[in-house]
């Protein structure tokens, strides 16, 4: 809900802060509802008459403005209208009308990037990666839409395009001869609080016959940790139908381990800030290590992202990593050009992989395989 307070005599940014923080104050317990308690908390956005606005309809639009910006603030709850803010909302809503196209119009496309088997090197299966080929601005990254998505709730239905892209293609894999192959999905935390999640993946698993052994889950700590009764029901619902849960990013989240007892997951992706600095950063080998020895006792299979030089496959290699995931194997690729990986018409080196060089000459031979890849629903 949202609503206005209009105060007088208020001339300056600092007595509106002591007022803004007063009522801050008043959401820091929670409101008794029936036999709940609830808790809430309040995003302000400020502005003054008449240097924000000489209008009630502008003072009011661009207190809203203000708000938005709180909200995206981890630290304050409110914030000041600024005319930079009024350029960024003014952007921020050019994106969510263009998305809102995007979405109609089909411009979302699922990337693949190569799982590898630490120890053969061979490609085991792939990471879904959303992309956005905007018809003007081409592709957009996925962190400058995610976050619009994620606050709009269009993250559900592109979340829904995703998985039915990456599973039927996955399908269609599996068909041509590559029915070993897992494909991994991530999912959102609005995805997994949605109640009909369970049921949308289990008509996309049955539209398609997809075997669901060969479906992942990744979620991250902070998406589990949202919900954690909830996200506990809904896990064990994919375990029962044999899909693969994974604890994507993991180290850089909840600071509790206890989760990963009362979840039934199957695996944890090291997240790639404690790959990175592996061959120089003693603090860095000591958490890999860590991890991979708490997985491996606790019965689950560990995943290492983000890797691009020799040095550090080797040393997950040798310190018994299970999968590896990075630029040294390949950036992530269209369905087609994923297709010719698979049929060895093109196999990355990655022994001599990482370099700006080598990155130029795989592009540069997958380009010719980079086609529009359509698949019926």
Partial sequence: DEFVILFENISDELAAATMAQRISELFTKPFSVGENEILIKANMGIAFFPSDGNDP??????????????????????????????????????????MRKAIDNGEFFVEYQPLVDAKTEKIIGAEALVRWNHPKLQIIPPLDFIPVAEDTGMILEIGEIVLKSAIAQMQAWHAAGYDDLKISVNISGIQLLQSDLEETIDAILQKTGFDPRYLQLELTESTLMQNIELAAERLEHFKAKQIQISIDDFGTGYSSLSYLKRLPIDSLKIDQSFIRNIQSDESDKVIVDTIIAMGHNLGLEVVAEGIEQPAQKHYLQQHACDILQGYLFGKSLDAEAFGALLRGEYTLRPDTAGSDEEAYEIEQALRKYSKPLKISF
């Avoid at 938005?68 to 921020?92: C, P, S, V, W």
């Fill in 57 to 98: 309809k502008t003072l009011i639009k661009h207190a809203n403005m203000a708000m938005l910006r709180a909200k995206e603030d981890a630290k304050n709850n409110y914030h000041f209208f600024r005319a930079e803010i009024q350029e960024e909302i003014t952007g921020r809503i050019e994106m969510e009308s263009n």
